[in-house]
């Protein structure tokens, strides 16, 4: 990663960095692995001040600093949890993306060891994530970070995660 990035926590009351953080989310919505789809208007109109009033969600963002003016190029939005079966507190990477022409370049790397770092300091007992089976870049990414499926038992098979919608309303 260049020298030239730095990663930072995001304030969600600062009007920049909500304002990067709903165009790195739109780019990853975008995207087929997002949806493939832009943020609803409604969507980003409450987005931040939403992150902002959950005392869980955690996110960062890469900019790039040169030349001036800084340029977001990556985000990474967390949220805590917690672990039953450790008693601990974890952290869930919900939403991480990078633009394209900045990806292959340890950017990804450094949001995932922000979260982490974030996630030791809270004495988090895991990381935790979700990932489309076809997306075989980000999933190499992931494991050269160190992730790995989820199994309590090989004999039991893999841990898949599902959802049910309540509600398609934005």
Sequence with gaps: MSESVIV?????????????????????ASDPMGG??????EVKERLCPDLSSNP??????AWYDEPAPSEAIGLINCFLGYSTFKARPLLNIHDIVVLPEYRRQGIGQAL????EAEARERG???????I???NTRAMASYERFGFEPYTLDPKAGRASFMHKWLSREV
Excluded: H, W
Excluded at 36 to 41: C, E, F, R, S
């Design 8 to 28: 930072r926590r995001v304030s969600f009351g600062d009007a920049a960095d909500c304002a990067a953080l709903l165009k790195l989310m739109d780019v990853y």
């Design 36 to 41: 493939g789809a832009p943020l609803p208007v």
């Design 56 to 61: 869980g969600a955690i996110s960062f963002i």
């Design 112 to 115: 995932l060891a922000a979260a």
């Design 124 to 130: 988090c007992c895991k990381l935790t994530l979700e």
């Design 132 to 134: 489309l089976s076809g």
